[in-house]
């Protein structure tokens, strides 16, 4: 088969190549996952990524082997399952490599099983006898969020499971009422496999003077509760009619291009896009001015525990990324609403249950934005100023899970930066909570709807390729010198400490001590500051998982106990919590295990883990839709240029900028230009004074 190039997605004629080859190879009924293309090995890749960057590409080059990596479960008579990976040679249509996995471990859940544990549900006696018993009002009808069943207790050996958080909704002539608002005490949990459910767990609903008691809810549970609707038409007050258009454009077309294999070019800087149902989109091959920057990138993994500890909430835990999937459940994006301007939307190859090819449409957005100002300097002795806007490369993707949106963006800028960035939105997890009480475990949104406290844990992955694959890291402090008559006889000294990390290590942020860690090649010295030349970025000193460290809780999110993991590069190794996340009681494959193989790390392709956090503990305001909550990682070349790469960023004057109430043609954003006390804009006059260089002429009036 012909492909274009190592790191594009599968085609459909791929997808299908993949699947018959497993279903010649098992002679079984066979349940698909994923089927998606297998990362070549980093050693095979980079030969051919150098012939490509050095213009050497012929048909033929050697490539690396096209192979699918397909995830299903076996399914036996007695219903019950068998996980398994098959590698597939897309050139010969063969299995080329087979994994059974051991079956104590749970693959991520799938849309089909959602949706069977809804149906099971409904079927359910034992389901109906427990919302019989909370005397419902007929206005209302039931709805069902699944979720991942978290981590069993201790000593619990559990076959695979699904949980259910349930709702009344409101019977309505429109489907999108809030069902959110009317929280039900039940939680029903299905034997997935089986089919059926085995036990409904009843909640506490009681607040602050009844601790973790449960049995106080009334007769009438939703009897106090209130709709919360967010859709514009079911409002309770009038959208806002004072806000005017805010267009972006782009008359001549975007400054970026695309091309049909996801390689990006835009602004001196180079990489491709690729898709994996796990983690959505990832960038590869990242390089700027034809200077290599990063190999991978990509986020990694997030765990969304929460705090309340009345029983069963200990099990609310979801590993959004390694129990769901974060490709899986990437929303179709909709032009001029979840990205602005000039769009480029990239699809993603998904497969359904029977393993056939399905394509989602523009799951990952491209566009450019502006950021306010780049650089700017005012020559005060003429006065003339000089103005760059910051532009910037956003590649976006969002992803609805049940109630939380998240949205995720890698952006680049003009000056060599990228920054990632994440935004939590969507409606708050909320449980039933008896009238007039209220809860240390959150906070009341709503009447009889606790918002429970919880934190959402991130982690970013960052393969870094600092002008080649052998790089060191550091991490640098600025520290105070002690004032002493020799070095700092003022006191006002510090000085600036830096320790390369020569083994597999954890380490906290630091805000006190301004921790940055430099991505470093040791073997490339910046001929202006005699330093290697670098990238850095300051870790946030977010909070941290607040679970105990004995808890199960904890234990199976070991990622999220530190800010920065630094580990030997390791092919397929991209999982910070470890490949298989749900019903897990321990982390096992994540970054912990990977440091504690104590590597030697120092000049070596190495890995940085970038962990950060949101402590949420929710508001009124977050209510019945959470403004986004935001987070970002900036990384930044440290010595890498000879000077700011966004020197030639041109100062044009925005053409499209008119001031309010006025018609004038002003300047342009490097023009010699002052203004006088009433505001209009005259030339600087200036004189000059001996010693000091020239300086305007005018008084505190601007006369």
């Given at each position: 088969?012909?492909?274009?190039?190592?790191?594009?997605?599968?085609?459909?004629?791929?997808?299908?190549?993949?699947?018959?080859?497993?279903?010649?190879?098992?002679?079984?009924?066979?349940?698909?996952?994923?089927?998606?293309?297998?990362?070549?090995?980093?050693?095979?890749?980079?030969?051919?990524l150098?012939?490509?960057?050095?213009?050497?590409?012929?048909?033929?080059?050697?490539?690396?082997?096209?192979?699918?990596?397909?995830?299903?479960?076996?399914?036996?008579?007695?219903?019950?399952?068998?996980?398994?990976?098959?590698?597939?040679?897309?050139?010969?249509?063969?299995?080329?490599?087979?994994?059974r996995?051991?079956?104590?471990?749970?693959?991520?859940?799938?849309?089909?099983?959602?949706?069977?544990f809804?149906?099971?549900?409904i079927?359910?006696?034992?389901?109906?006898?427990?919302?019989?018993?909370?005397?419902?009002?007929?206005?209302?009808?039931?709805?069902?969020?699944?979720?991942?069943?978290?981590?069993?207790?201790?000593?619990?050996?559990?076959?695979?499971?699904?949980?259910?958080l349930?709702?009344?909704?409101?019977?309505h002539?429109?489907?999108?009422?809030?069902?959110?608002?009317?929280?039900?005490?039940?939680?029903?949990?299905?034997?997935?496999?089986?089919?059926?459910?085995?036990?409904?767990?009843?909640?506490?609903?009681?607040?602050?003077?009844?601790?973790?008691?449960?049995?106080?809810?009334?007769?009438?549970v939703?009897?106090?509760?209130?709709?919360a609707?967010?859709?514009?038409e079911?409002?309770?007050?009038?959208?806002?009619?004072?806000?005017?258009?805010?267009?972006?454009?782009?008359?001549?077309?975007?400054?970026?291009?695309?091309?049909?294999?996801?390689?990006?070019?835009?602004?001196?800087?180079?990489?491709?896009?690729?898709?994996?149902?796990?983690?959505?989109?990832?960038?590869?091959?990242?390089?700027?001015?034809?200077?290599?920057?990063?190999?991978?990138?990509?986020?990694s993994?997030?765990?969304?525990?929460?705090?309340?500890?009345?029983?069963?909430?200990?099990?609310?835990?979801?590993?959004?990324?390694?129990?769901?999937?974060?490709?899986?459940?990437?929303?179709?994006?909709?032009?001029?609403?979840?990205?602005?301007?000039?769009?480029?939307?990239?699809?993603?190859?998904?497969?359904?249950?029977?393993?056939?090819?399905?394509?989602?449409?523009?799951?990952?957005?491209?566009?450019?934005q502006?950021?306010?100002?780049?650089?700017?300097?005012?020559?005060?002795?003429?006065?003339?100023a000089?103005?760059?806007?910051?532009?910037?490369?956003v590649?976006?993707?969002?992803?609805?899970?049940?109630?939380?949106?998240?949205?995720?963006?890698?952006?680049?800028?003009?000056?060599?930066?990228?920054?990632?960035?994440?935004?939590?939105?969507?409606?708050v997890?909320?449980?039933?909570?008896?009238?007039?009480?209220?809860s240390?475990?959150?906070?009341?949104?709503?009447p009889?709807?606790?918002?429970?406290?919880?934190?959402?844990?991130?982690a970013?992955?960052?393969?870094?390729?600092?002008?080649?694959?052998?790089?060191?890291i550091?991490?640098?402090?600025?520290?105070?010198?002690?004032?002493?008559?020799?070095?700092?006889?003022?006191?006002?000294?510090?000085?600036?400490?830096?320790?390369?990390?020569?083994?597999?290590?954890?380490?906290?942020?630091?805000?006190?001590?301004?921790?940055?860690?430099?991505?470093?090649?040791?073997?490339?010295?910046?001929?202006?500051?005699?330093?290697?030349?670098?990238?850095?970025?300051?870790?946030?000193?977010?909070?941290?998982?607040?679970?105990?460290?004995?808890?199960?809780?904890?234990?199976?999110?070991?990622?999220?106990?530190h800010?920065?993991?630094?580990?030997?590069?390791k092919?397929?190794?991209?999982?910070?919590?470890?490949?298989f996340?749900?019903?897990?009681?321990?982390?096992?494959?994540?970054?912990?295990?990977?440091?504690?193989?104590?590597?030697?790390?120092?000049?070596?392709?190495?890995?940085?883990?970038?962990v950060?956090?949101?402590?949420h503990?929710?508001?009124?305001?977050?209510?019945?839709?959470?403004?986004?909550?935001?987070?970002?990682l900036?990384?930044r070349?440290?010595?890498?240029?000879?000077?700011?790469?966004?020197?030639?960023?041109?100062?044009?004057?925005?053409?499209?900028?008119v001031?309010?109430?006025?018609?004038?043609?002003?300047?342009?954003?490097?023009?010699?230009?002052?203004?006088?006390?009433?505001?209009l804009?005259?030339?600087?006059?200036?004189?000059?004074?001996?010693?000091?260089?020239?300086?305007?002429?005018t008084?505190?009036?601007?006369?």
């Amino acid at each position: 088969m012909v492909h274009n190039h190592p790191l594009d997605q599968l085609s459909g004629d791929e997808v299908r190549a993949a699947r018959q080859a497993v279903l010649n190879a098992r002679k079984a009924h066979v349940l698909f996952r994923n089927i998606y293309s297998v990362e070549p090995a980093k050693a095979e890749l980079i030969k051919f990524l150098n012939a490509e960057h050095a213009g050497t590409l012929s048909p033929e080059t050697p490539r690396p082997p096209r192979r699918a990596r397909v995830q299903y479960d076996v399914v036996y008579d007695d219903r019950s399952h068998e996980y398994m990976e098959s590698i597939i040679d897309i050139a010969t249509g063969k299995e080329a490599d087979l994994r059974r996995v051991d079956r104590g471990v749970q693959q991520s859940l799938t849309v089909d099983e959602f949706r069977e544990f809804n149906n099971v549900c409904i079927e359910s006696d034992m389901f109906k006898q427990a919302i019989k018993d909370l005397n419902l009002d007929e206005k209302f009808e039931v709805a069902i969020d699944p979720w991942p069943y978290g981590g069993p207790d201790v000593g619990e050996v559990t076959p695979r499971y699904t949980q259910g958080l349930c709702f009344a909704k409101l019977r309505h002539e429109n489907p999108d009422t809030n069902h959110y608002a009317f929280p039900l005490p039940i939680i029903p949990v299905m034997d997935t496999y089986k089919k059926e459910i085995i036990r409904i767990d009843r909640l506490a609903t009681g607040g602050t003077e009844d601790g973790l008691a449960s049995g106080t809810v009334g007769e009438k549970v939703l009897e106090h509760c209130r709709p919360a609707e967010y859709v514009p038409e079911l409002l309770d007050r009038p959208v806002r009619n004072d806000l005017k258009p805010l267009n972006v454009l782009q008359p001549e077309g975007p400054s970026f291009t695309v091309g049909d294999d996801s390689l990006v070019e835009w602004q001196k800087w180079r990489f491709r896009v690729g898709f994996t149902p796990r983690e959505c989109a990832v960038l590869h091959d990242v390089h700027y001015d034809g200077r290599s920057v990063l190999y991978r990138l990509s986020l990694s993994e997030m765990t969304v525990p929460y705090g309340d500890p009345r029983p069963p909430f200990h099990r609310k835990q979801a590993f959004d990324f390694g129990d769901a999937g974060a490709g899986r459940a990437a929303n179709n994006l909709a032009l001029g609403c979840d990205c602005l301007g000039v769009i480029k939307y990239i699809d993603a190859m998904l497969v359904d249950s029977e393993g056939n090819p399905s394509l989602s449409k523009n799951v990952v957005c491209v566009h450019e934005q502006d950021n306010g100002i780049g650089w700017k300097h005012t020559n005060f002795r003429t006065n003339r100023a000089v103005v760059a806007r910051s532009r910037e490369l956003v590649v976006q993707f969002i992803i609805t899970l049940a109630n939380y949106e998240y949205i995720f963006a890698f952006k680049f800028d003009q000056a060599g930066g990228i920054t990632v960035e994440t935004r939590a939105t969507g409606i708050v997890s909320v449980v039933n909570i008896d009238p007039g009480k209220v809860s240390p475990y959150g906070n009341v949104v709503s009447p009889g709807a606790l918002a429970q406290n919880h934190q959402h844990i991130f982690a970013v992955r960052i393969d870094p390729a600092i002008d080649g694959h052998a790089n060191t890291i550091v991490t640098e402090e600025s520290l105070p010198i002690p004032m002493n008559p020799k070095t700092n006889p003022f006191g006002n000294g510090y000085e600036v400490v830096g320790r390369a990390v020569t083994k597999s290590s954890a380490i906290h942020a630091s805000p006190f001590t301004n921790l940055t860690v430099k991505m470093t090649n040791p073997n490339k010295i910046n001929p202006i500051s005699q330093r290697p030349v670098a990238y850095k970025f300051i870790p946030s000193p977010s909070q941290l998982i607040l679970a105990d460290p004995e808890s199960i809780v904890a234990k199976r999110a070991a990622f999220a106990h530190h800010h920065i993991w630094v580990t030997k590069y390791k092919d397929h190794e991209l999982f910070a919590a470890g490949e298989f996340t749900n019903q897990s009681q321990k982390e096992v494959g994540g970054v912990a295990d990977a440091v504690a193989r104590n590597d030697t790390v120092e000049n070596e392709d190495v890995v940085v883990w970038n962990v950060f956090g949101l402590t949420h503990n929710p508001r009124v305001e977050d209510w019945p839709v959470m403004p986004v909550e935001i987070h970002q990682l900036h990384l930044r070349p440290a010595d890498f240029f000879d000077r700011n790469p966004a020197l030639d960023v041109p100062a044009n004057k925005n053409l499209s900028s008119v001031e309010v109430g006025r018609d004038t043609d002003e300047t342009c954003c490097h023009t010699d230009v002052t203004t006088n006390g009433s505001g209009l804009v005259q030339a600087a006059p200036t004189t000059h004074l001996q010693g000091t260089g020239s300086i305007p002429m005018t008084d505190v009036n601007g006369q």
